[in-house]
C-alpha cells in the first residue's frame, strides 16, 4: 500500500459531527489509517478522556484554534 499524505495533522482540534461521538471534540493523535476500502480515518482522543478512537475522516470538523 502506497503512502498517503497526512489527512489532518497531529495536534489538529476537531469536532465529530457524525455517529456515536457526535458533538464530541478532541485532538488529532495520528495523522492517518486507512480502512481496506480506502477510507481514511485518524486517531482522535477527546476532551476529559484518556482514550483515543479511530475516527473516519469525513465525520470531523477542523475547529479553529
Known amino acids: 500500500m502506497?503512502?498517503?499524505p497526512p489527512v489532518?495533522?497531529?495536534g489538529t482540534k476537531v469536532r465529530v459531527t457524525f455517529?456515536?461521538?457526535?458533538g464530541r471534540t478532541g485532538?488529532?493523535?495520528d495523522e492517518h489509517a486507512l480502512l481496506p476500502a480506502g477510507e481514511p480515518l485518524v486517531w482522535?482522543?477527546?476532551?476529559g478522556n484518556e482514550?483515543?478512537?479511530l475516527i473516519?475522516?469525513?465525520f470531523l470538523d477542523k475547529q479553529r484554534d
Not at 455517529?19 to 457526535?22: A, E, I, N, Y
Open 44 to 47: 482522535v482522543s477527546f476532551e
Open 56 to 58: 473516519a475522516l469525513r
Open 51 to 53: 482514550d483515543s478512537r
Open 8 to 10: 489532518l495533522r497531529a
Open 2 to 4: 502506497e503512502d498517503l
Open 19 to 22: 455517529g456515536r461521538h457526535q
Open 27 to 29: 485532538t488529532v493523535m
